[in-house]
Every structure is written in structure tokens, then in C-alpha cells.
């Protein structure tokens, strides 16, 4: 009977809170006061991490792209010596 009544308060008070944060002047409140301030400071002190890593990500792939290159072009100057006398 409590497990009942509890669990039906509880879902009660999601329910009003959800509705509460559907509204749209909340979310305009959330967004400006909670949600913006954390992402400005958050690229704020990570922009250069980040611009750091997809620098590092970019260099890797044009290495890897030069080594398979050069891999094709070693394998077939291999293959016309097999087949030159």
C-alpha cells in the first residue's frame, strides 16, 4: 500500500515538473541562465584542446593517406620489375 502510494506521488511530481519544464518561458530561462554559461565556459578553457586534438586527428589521416600511397606506388614498381627480364 505505501510502495503504491509512493510511487504514485513520486510519478505525480515528474509529471508536474516535466510540465513545469516544458513551458516556454522556462526553457528560455534554463537555456540563458544555466545551459549558455556553461558552454561559453567550457569552449572558453577547451577551444584550444580541441582545436589541438582535430589538428592531431587531421595530421594522422594525411599520414596515413601518404603511407598507403606510398605503399601502392612501392607495390606496383614491385610488380612491372617482376615483369620486365
Not at 8 to 36: P, Q
Amino acid at each position: 500500500m505505501t510502495n503504491s502510494f509512493a510511487s504514485h506521488i513520486t510519478s505525480n511530481m515528474i509529471d508536474i515538473v516535466v510540465d513545469e519544464l516544458n513551458k516556454a518561458d522556462n526553457k528560455k530561462k534554463i537555456r540563458e541562465k544555466i545551459i549558455d554559461p556553461i558552454l561559453c565556459e567550457i569552449t572558453e578553457r577547451y577551444y584550444k584542446y580541441f582545436l589541438y586534438f582535430v589538428i592531431t586527428l587531421l595530421l594522422i589521416v594525411v599520414l596515413l593517406i601518404s603511407l598507403l600511397i606510398m605503399y601502392i606506388m612501392n607495390k606496383s614498381s614491385k610488380d612491372i620489375m617482376d615483369v620486365l627480364p
